[in-house]
């Protein structure tokens, strides 16, 4: 039997993850409302972790949500470079102007996460304190498989 990591990553390379993405819009868009509301409530840095986070489809839509911190995390090493990929791009667009990610390839069914955030150097200037608590956790797509 393969493993699950090397499924998930010729998905990636090959472009079969795009089905994933129908009707997916509609619950991002309903975490998004979520979001912005309870960023609102808090009155302080927001940050995000996306489990399962594929080639970073939904980077766009959490920055208008006002995230100020965003850790992606994918079995798929190809998903997360593509990913890093998607938010520089953004950050180049924006001159700068976006919020802070860090991504981390992972078996997020098997070790703890934890201490890689720990253990991470940022390249986004994030602190140890916001990727280690996260105001939302989303995880789309990735336990069906």
């Excluded at 979520?34 to 080639?55: M, P, Q, T, V, W």
């Excluded at 980077?59 to 995390?73: F, I």
């Excluded at 720990?118 to 336990?143: L, M, P, R, Y």
């Amino acid at each position: 039997m393969r493993k699950a990591i090397d499924v998930f990553g010729e998905w990636a390379e090959k472009g079969k993850d795009i089905g994933m993405e129908t009707g997916h819009s509609i619950a991002v868009d309903e975490m998004v409302t979520f979001a912005l509301k309870e960023r609102k409530k808090i009155g302080k840095n927001f940050s995000f972790l996306d489990l399962g986070c594929g080639k970073g489809g939904d980077l766009l839509k959490w920055s208008k949500a006002g995230v100020d911190y965003m850790a992606c995390v994918d079995i798929a090493q190809t998903s997360v470079e593509q990913a890093r990929s998607r938010y520089d791009d953004m950050k180049q667009r924006n001159r700068g102007r976006i919020f802070k990610a860090d991504f981390f390839d992972a078996d997020c069914t098997k070790p703890h996460l934890l201490p890689q955030f720990q253990n991470h150097e940022s390249d986004n200037g994030s602190t140890e304190e916001n990727s280690t608590k996260f105001d939302i956790v989303s995880c789309q797509f990735a336990f069906h498989y």
